[in-house]
């Protein structure tokens, strides 16, 4: 049962333009939500988070969206770099569990 | 950020063999680290969670006699494959966190059991 879920495997944006990736939970019980670049045999690096008393959260070029009534959240890239081009992860939590579960991921390819 | 080291970054061996793989927090007391595991176009699997100086929790369907893993100090947890086979070929990739916010994620372990 995959309770995190990333239903769009691959996504190309022109640069320069927004880039907007999904992830829908299943689980209403998880209340931070984290997301992930990563490259080719790398490890994951941390990009933005937000906890479920929020709604948006926003650091540079990244903003995440959270909407609990739909369990659903995005990133927001804008404007998309070339740099950018990567795998994203999204992740869930249960404050206090420790314990992430990742989507699928979305490959990113942004078009120079 | 915090950084999280693993070594080492690639490993091929024979079956039947053992491979230890170190994760290492840099520059932060790790109070909780996880091990996944990672298959060619798929997500991350959470294999363990461990605490410094005590078991490890195993998620289910993971053989804990078969992934070892021990968090001696703050900055080091160890997972050993025993006895590896063909399928045991992976990419795994170690997490640490301080509080319960944010897992900062080491490079990966590239293990290629021939």
């Known amino acids: 049962d995959q309770q995190v879920k990333q239903n769009s495997p691959s996504l190309s944006v022109q640069e320069g333009r927004i880039s907007i990736l999904n992830c829908d939970y299943t689980n209403s019980m998880f209340d931070y939500f984290l997301w992930y670049k990563k490259y080719p045999a790398e490890g994951p690096t941390f990009l933005i988070s937000i906890s479920s008393i929020k709604d948006k959260n926003e650091d540079g070029r990244f903003t995440v969206f959270l909407n609990k009534s739909a369990k659903h959240l995005s990133l927001h890239i804008v404007p998309s770099q070339p740099g950018d081009s990567a795998v994203y992860f999204c992740?869930?939590?249960?404050?206090?569990?420790?314990?992430?579960?990742f989507g699928t991921g979305t490959r990113l390819k942004v078009l120079a | 950020g915090a950084v999280v080291s693993q070594h080492p970054s690639r490993v091929i061996c024979k079956s039947g063999t053992s491979v230890k793989i170190e994760c290492r927090s840099l520059?932060?007391?790790?109070?909780?680290m996880f091990w996944y595991r990672q298959f060619p176009k798929k997500s991350l699997m959470l294999m363990a969670t461990s605490n410094e100086g005590s078991k490890a929790t195993y998620e289910q369907g993971v053989e804990k006699d078969k992934f070892l893993i021990n968090h001696a100090s703050l900055t080091l947890s160890t997972l050993t494959v025993t006895s590896a086979h063909p399928e045991d070929s992976s990419f795994y990739i170690c997490?640490?966190?301080?509080?319960?916010?944010?897992?900062?994620f080491g490079p990966g372990t590239r293990l290629l059991v021939l």
């Open positions: 520059d932060f007391q790790a109070t909780t």
């Open positions: 997490s640490a966190t301080s509080d319960a916010g944010t897992q900062y």
């Open positions: 992740a869930a939590s249960i404050t206090g569990t420790y314990k992430y579960i």
